[in-house]
């Protein structure tokens, strides 16, 4: 999933977001909710967890700002407040779920994933993404071509996902850092070649039909190309 975490705390959300990022979620953490309506409008995502309590905007505010704008993508509520009238008030207000601070990672996984269960299709990418051979699964993890399973680590899953998302649009190199990484990492352009040179190894070695081209000056492509084109 790609989720839009906000949380001012600045030991909370790097740590929040490593640990996601270890269930394959691909993280983008605001600690500014000041800048989450300019996050909001530019990219998509399959969920935003909001902290209640930050000191320039509430998570609250943010999640009536957010619905007002038509968005009806599932929130996540961070909140130390356990009083019922605060939880209804929460939800009055557009959030659909809540965690109670301090938590168990365990419980957050968990409550990830019974929103993804709620959310109707129509909503958010579907569970399955399958081109030209290419089988993979959001929530086992598991990616095949044709038939055969491939082995990917998290970031060459994370990769692959971003670029099945885009079949056939040349996504440049800060795209893909900004998604997979995420907008405030120090990835350099060769690590980011050597991550997908070590994809495509796994995605097109022993296969007639490449998939994943380099654009010679832009960024990547995946694409169906013939047996004789130079990729």
Known sequence: MHILLVEDDPKLGPLIRYKLSQEYHTVEWVADPELVMEYVQQTYYDLYILDWMMQKKSGLELCEEIRASNDQTPILMLTARDAIDDRVTGLNRGADDYLIKPFAFEELFARI???????????????????????????THEVYREGQLLTLTKKEFQLLDFFLRHTEKVLTRDQIVNYVWGLDATITPNAVDAAIKLLRKKVDEGFSHKLIHNVRGVGYRLYVAGENESV
């Open 113 to 139: 994933h019974a929103l993804t269960r709620r959310i109707p299709v129509s909503m958010h990418q579907e569970q399955t993404c399958e081109y030209a051979g290419i089988t993979l699964d959001r929530l």
